[in-house]
């Protein structure tokens, strides 16, 4: 599994580029484009692929690159915090580029301002994935402490989020993007003794939260909230409502957007509707089946082409509300990996237009001001060309 990952991260890289190390125009939008009205600063440079930010305020974040660095931005100062964990990558040979693993999301504890505590996830060099959280005295991670980690290793986690319930508890994905099909299953995310493919629940501290589910067979609570994922990336709580949404990634087409409800099975890879990369069937059970004990996402999409469709890759999430963009408000937005642009979804009407906003977008979060930051890689991943911009009216 682990070369396999290793070549697949190869061949996607090398899609990004011409035979001559040229890069190839970023496509067009599959769906029609919006023709919003907004204007963008770059405010940040220097990024490899820039994966998660956490706002301090309105000219204050934190900032990780998956190569396993995280900096400070105050000002328009941007200073690199030391003491990250090593972490573990996977990519093409001589290119600065990571398909799986590294540093990803970070988030700051709700009460932040009193404790300090920062979070983030990410790929240890032990191979397993991780949730540590610490403080910042100097630049530099003090009271680094480990809260959790999959009980196998998960090199095949492409996609680790966190986002908080309320004061004491937080939601954290963890990817199992492998290579299953009909014929050769590949089941860890069906398998409760495996953390991989699931969302999990958990206190501050890492412990198991009491109401967590207790599934079939077993006679207490583990971390797992939901499970049958294939990879989740793009994670948004809505706290008015009490309701967890995700955009998942599908293998070849199927991508989902999801509601996670408590103790249920979303499929993978048991039904899906997308289909493996080299075209052979990725369901190993009826629609009609899937439907008496799974969840059925709310949305999904496969972009029709003449080999069997085309996956969006949707990277992370974020519902708008009283932004200054008022074209955007009620929607979500979504960073289309594939297509290497901004998208915006209308849940109601199943809408999804493409936006004039170009790169691999990987975060996406709102200010206190309203406007918006968006974290994007450049289509030339051999260079530290990664970027924020400010997005406003």
């Known amino acids: 599994m682990k070369l396999i990952t290793i070549i697949f991260s190869f061949l996607l890289i090398s899609s990004l580029m011409s035979c001559n190390g040229n890069i190839i125009k970023v496509p067009d939008s599959p769906y029609p484009v919006s023709e919003d ?92 994935a991780k949730v540590s959280r610490f403080k910042i005295q100097n630049n530099t991670a003090t009271q680094f402490e480990p809260i959790f980690k999959t009980r196998t290793q998960n090199y095949t986690g492409n996609g680790m989020r966190i986002v908080w319930e309320d004061d004491t508890h937080f939601f954290l994905n963890v990817g199992n993007s492998n290579f299953s099909t009909y014929a050769y299953p590949v089941l860890n995310a069906q398998d409760l003794q495996d953390d991989a493919g699931k969302i999990h629940r958990l206190m501050e501290d890492g412990s198991i939260p009491s109401d967590n589910p207790i599934f079939e067979g077993f006679t207490s609570p583990s971390t797992i909230w939901s499970y049958g994922h294939r990879d989740v990336q793009g994670l948004y709580y809505e706290k008015s409502t009490n309701t967890l949404f995700g955009v998942e990634h599908g293998p070849k087409g199927g991508d989902e957007f999801n509601i996670i409800e408590k103790g249920k099975n979303y499929g993978w890879p048991l039904f899906s509707y997308g289909i493996n990369y080299d075209g052979i069937q990725v369901s190993m059970i009826s629609k009609d089946s899937a439907a008496t ?47 290497r642009r901004l998208m915006k979804y209308n849940r109601e009407t199943q809408e999804t237009f493409g936006l004039n906003i170009e790169g691999r977008v990987r975060t996406i979060k709102q200010l206190p001001s309203g406007d918006i930051l968006a974290l994007i890689e450049r289509n030339d991943l051999r260079q530290s060309n990664g970027m924020i911009l400010k997005i406003s009216k």
């Not at 956490?54 to 931005?73: L, P, S």
Request: aromatic share 14%; proline share 5%; hydrophobic share 40%.
């Open 37 to 128: 009205s907004f204007s963008i600063d770059t405010i940040a440079r220097g990024y490899t692929i820039p994966y998660g930010i956490a706002i301090v305020a309105e000219n204050e974040y934190f900032i990780t690159d998956r190569v396993g660095k995280m900096f400070h931005f105050k000002d328009g100062h941007q200073t690199e915090i030391a003491g990250m964990p090593e972490v573990v990558t996977f990519g093409t040979p001589g290119l600065a580029a990571i398909m799986h693993g590294g540093l990803m999301d970070i988030s700051l504890h709700p009460d932040y301002s009193t404790n300090s505590w920062i979070y983030i996830s990410y790929l240890d060099s032990d191979g397993l």
């Open 293 to 339: 004990f799974t969840v059925f996402p709310e949305h999904y999409w496969t972009v029709p082409t003449n080999d069997g469709g085309q996956a969006i890759a949707p990277a992370c999430l974020l519902k708008v509300t009283g932004s200054t963009i008022s074209d955007w408000n009620g929607y979500f937005l979504l960073g289309s990996l594939a297509y």
